[in-house]
T-cell receptor, first 112, second 115 residues
Framework: QKEVEQNSGPLSVPEGAIASLNCTYSDQGSQSFFWYRQYSGKSPELIMFIYSNGDKEDGRFTAQLNKASQYVSLLIRDSQPSDSATYLCAVADSGGYQKVTFGTGTKLQVIP | EAGVAQSPRYKIIEKRQSVAFWCNPISGHATLYWYQQILGQGPKLLIQFQNNGVVDDSQLPKDRFSAERLKGVDSTLKIQPAKLEDSAVYLC?????????????FGPGTRLTVT
């Protein structure tokens, strides 16, 4: 059974700080990695995806991937109260239809 | 561009009853997914369709759950009979193709409560 693990939190950070969210995965053959944001009572929405080792930046968000350590992270710079949500890590395998497995999510609270 | 539509948004049933959920994906999206999200957990894939064919239903409890996607567009997910542990949000998502999972768009979900 392929696993994606995240700390459930809550992770509390003050407004303006950097929030660091972490995720590990068990399947060494995983090829694609995603971060979704899910507000309470809403559906997940994709905020970042990364395929290669290293960093990928998009605005205030940076995704980091280390395939050797089977580790993915999401950094949120200048955290805002509107960033308060649950962040889901998702991993797609290398199969023909790239099945996606989600972690349980980390709840982030940005304190004004 | 219209998003993924789902109905109903909420459903309350008693255990052993049956229930059906409907999903209409984004126009032109060949791949359709049904996920179950239990409170406090991440979405779990129940079934994935490519057009009207099933490509993965390994986590679908086939003794009680069924799904179909006729004509490769709309899809229905049915539970019969329901159990208490089926209480969850059922999310439908679609993507343009199966090899572009980063383009999954989720519908608003159906919140099922089984009493």
């Amino acid at each position: 059974q392929k696993e994606v693990e995240q700390n459930s939190g809550p992770l509390s950070v003050p407004e303006g700080a950097i929030a660091s969210l972490n995720c590990t995965y068990s399947d060494q053959g995983s090829q694609s990695f995603f971060w979704y944001r899910q507000y309470s009572g809403k559906s997940p929405e994709l905020i970042m995806f990364i395929y290669s080792n290293g960093d990928k930046e998009d605005g205030r968000f940076t995704a980091q991937l280390n395939k050797a350590s089977q580790y993915v992270s999401l950094l949120i710079r200048d955290s805002q109260p509107s960033d308060s949500a649950t962040y889901l890590c998702a991993v797609a395998d290398s199969g023909g239809y790239q099945k996606v497995t989600f972690g349980t999510g980390t709840k982030l609270q940005v304190i004004p | 561009e219209a998003g993924v539509a789902q109905s109903p948004r909420y459903k309350i049933i008693e255990k052993r009853q049956s229930v059906a959920f409907w999903c209409n994906p984004i126009s032109g999206h060949a791949t359709l997914y049904w996920y179950q999200q239990i409170l406090g957990q991440g979405p779990k894939l129940l079934i994935q369709f490519q057009n009207n064919g099933v490509v993965d239903d390994s986590q679908l409890p086939k003794d009680r759950f069924s799904a179909e996607r006729l004509k490769g567009v709309d899809s229905t997910l049915k539970i019969q009979p329901a159990k208490l542990e089926d209480s969850a949000v059922y999310l439908c998502a679609s993507s343009l193709s199966r090899d572009r999972p980063y383009e999954q768009y989720f519908g608003p979900g159906t919140r099922l409560t089984v009493t």
